[in-house]
């Protein structure tokens, strides 16, 4: 006979699982996605609704199909400075950011890639800030285009 308790496990409950995703620590949220591929479903996203190359320095160095399975989950992209960590972010899945903060550099081709990444979530983005690189020449028109 099994034991009841185990039968009555409030997190083999998909939605309670769920809204407990919501309320864990990003370390948490790592352990469980481990647990099982129906935990993995649910934990997923917090892990990775937020990027913020300042803190999560190997994000540029992930692999980019795991970047590209996972990417619809990205709401916020914060501290985009450099040309690799836009190339990390330049996925089809990554489509759905609401929040983007970006450090425009002076490299023009940065510039043009950035705005691909605007227009591929410009029905889901709501908040915006483009900066310009301190280094940034104030003689260099297209720097100025950002301004």
């Known amino acids: 006979m099994t034991d009841p308790l185990i039968e009555k496990n409030p997190l083999q409950i998909p939605e309670i699982r769920a809204r407990v995703s919501r309320l864990v620590s990003l370390e948490d949220a790592i352990s469980c996605v481990r647990v099982s591929k129906a935990w993995s479903k649910d934990f997923a996203s917090p892990i990775w609704c937020t990027v913020d190359f300042d803190i999560h320095n190997t994000f540029e160095g992930l692999d980019g199909d795991i970047v590209t399975k996972h990417g619809h989950h990205l709401r916020t992209i914060k501290n985009l400075k ?3 960590q836009l190339n990390a972010v330049l996925r089809p899945t990554i489509k759905n950011v609401r929040v983007l903060q970006v450090t425009c550099a002076t490299n023009a ?9 605007i227009y591929n979530s410009s029905r889901s983005l709501k908040k915006l800030t483009l900066e310009m690189d301190k280094n940034a020449k104030q003689q260099d028109f297209s720097s100025r285009m950002i301004s």
């Not at 081709?109 to 990444?117: A, N």
């Open 82 to 84: 450099t040309q690799s």
């Open 109 to 117: 081709r940065f510039r043009t890639l950035c705005m691909d990444l």
